[in-house]
């Protein structure tokens, strides 16, 4: 069972504009949620994360949403660069690991 | 701080043979996680190690192994080999037992192709 899902396979955003990543899940037990981001060839790098006691967290151009009624997180860029070119994991904490989304690849366009 | 790194980069192996990557932890983690990416998939949780020993399994079969050593790297192994498990395998280190907020950091991967 899918337990983190990231249903948009790709997602192509001009440069300069919002880039808005989404991930659902369906464990209620989750409480600590993180975004990775993928090179080809690199590991994952860590971006960001929110806490389910908040509903938003800011980090320069990145932003994370999380809506626990809905089951909910979102990832915002903004302005989205060209460097931001790369497949995004949203995963999920769980005791003794993450449970990751198949992943979004991102592309800006100039 | 030296980041997480993981040998060998790419191993090409033949059905039934047996292969063990190695990672080394981020300076000051003492948890290691190693996780399977297949082609188009999140990756997937095998194990995870804390202070040199298992603290957690994902559904995979015993024919995968884990060692953590006294300086918190660590080795996966695999024995033998099937076709379905050619994937990236991926290492991550954090500090302290997962129980909620540890983020981890993950090395490059090994890219592992079985014929």
């Known amino acids: 069972d899918q337990q983190v899902k990231q249903n948009s396979p790709s997602l192509s955003v001009q440069e300069g504009r919002i880039s808005i990543l989404n991930c659902d899940y369906t464990?209620?037990?989750?409480?600590?949620f993180l975004w990775y981001k993928k090179y080809p060839a690199e590991g994952p790098t860590f971006l960001i994360s929110?806490?389910?006691?908040?509903d938003k967290n800011e980090d320069g151009r990145f932003t994370v949403f999380l809506n626990k009624s809905a089951k909910h997180l979102s990832l915002h860029i903004v302005p989205s660069q060209p460097g931001d070119s790369a497949v995004y994991f949203c995963?999920?904490?769980?005791?003794?690991?993450?449970?990751f989304g198949q992943g979004t690849r991102l592309t800006i366009n100039p | 701080e030296t980041g997480v790194t993981q040998s060998p980069t790419h191993l090409i192996k033949t059905r039934g043979q047996q292969v063990t990557l190695r990672c080394s932890s981020q300076?000051?983690?003492?948890?290691v996680s190693w996780y399977q990416q297949a082609l188009g998939q999140g990756p997937q949780f095998i194990f995870q190690?804390?202070?040199?020993?298992?603290?957690g399994r994902g559904n995979f079969p015993p024919r995968f192994s884990g060692l953590q050593f006294p300086n918190y790297s660590s080795e996966l192994n695999v024995n033998a080999l099937e076709l379905d498990d050619s994937a990236l395998y991926l290492c991550?280190?954090?500090?302290?037992?997962?129980?909620?907020?540890?983020?981890?950091?993950f090395g490059p991967g090994t890219r592992l192709t079985v014929l």
């Open positions: 991550a280190s954090s500090f302290g037992a997962r129980e909620g907020t540890d983020t981890q950091y």
């Open positions: 464990n209620s037990m989750f409480d600590y």
């Open positions: 190690y804390y202070r040199e020993e298992e603290n």
């Open positions: 995963a999920a904490s769980a005791p003794q690991k993450l449970v």
């Open positions: 929110i806490s389910s006691i908040k």
């Open positions: 300076s000051g983690h003492n948890t």
